[in-house]
């Protein structure tokens, strides 16, 4: 009988398939708790369960206080911009980033910085010195 050409190749490489896939099976099959997984999971269960702490809370809480106070609405000549103030920001701070964002000059960071301290002061939201 006639064999025919690359049969054995076929033949290893199939094997080869079969050994891999049941290799993976037998992988999926183990649930991998060993024994020192299960002393470190009694030894923390001795220890007391702590609550769960889920982060959705913490980050709600987060959100919340980075909302800001009041807004202040600037009218630049044909541009406008808007700003937020928060409680504990820094006037100074507040009014470099504005004047970064719309390229405005010293000169006019002064005017934002007693502006801005204007508004919140009378809005009585409490703002850092910085």
Same mark, same amino acid.
């Given at each position: 009988?006639k064999?025919v050409?690359?049969?054995? @190749?076929?033949?290893?490489?199939?094997?080869?398939? &079969?050994? @891999?896939?049941?290799? $993976?099976?037998?992988?999926?099959? &183990?649930?991998? #708790? =060993? =024994? @020192?997984? #299960?002393?470190?999971?009694?030894?923390? /269960?001795?220890?007391?369960?702590?609550?769960?702490?889920?982060?959705?809370?913490?980050?709600?809480?987060?959100?919340?206080?980075? !909302?800001?106070?009041? #807004?202040? =609405?600037?009218?630049?000549?044909k541009? $406008?911009?808007?700003?937020?103030?928060?409680?504990?920001?820094?006037?100074? !701070?507040?009014?470099?980033?504005? /004047? $970064? !964002? #719309?390229?405005? =000059?010293? @000169?006019?960071?002064?005017?934002?910085?007693?502006?801005? &301290?204007? &508004?919140?002061?009378?809005?009585?939201?409490?703002?850092?010195?910085?």
């Open positions: 009988a064999v050409r690359g049969f054995e @190749e076929q033949k290893a490489r199939i094997r080869a398939a &079969t050994q @891999e896939r049941e290799k $993976k099976k037998a992988e999926l099959e &183990t649930t991998g #708790y =060993d =024994d @020192e997984s #299960y002393r470190r999971s009694r030894k923390l /269960a001795a220890a007391g369960q702590k609550p769960f702490n889920l982060a959705s809370l913490r980050r709600e809480e987060e959100r919340q206080s980075n !909302v800001p106070a009041l #807004y202040l =609405d600037i009218n630049m000549g541009r $406008k911009g808007r700003l937020g103030i928060t409680k504990g920001d820094s006037p100074r !701070v507040l009014a470099e980033r504005f /004047a $970064k !964002v #719309y390229s405005l =000059d010293g @000169e006019s960071i002064g005017k934002l910085i007693k502006l801005i &301290t204007s &508004t919140a002061q009378a809005h009585q939201i409490p703002l850092s010195r910085g």
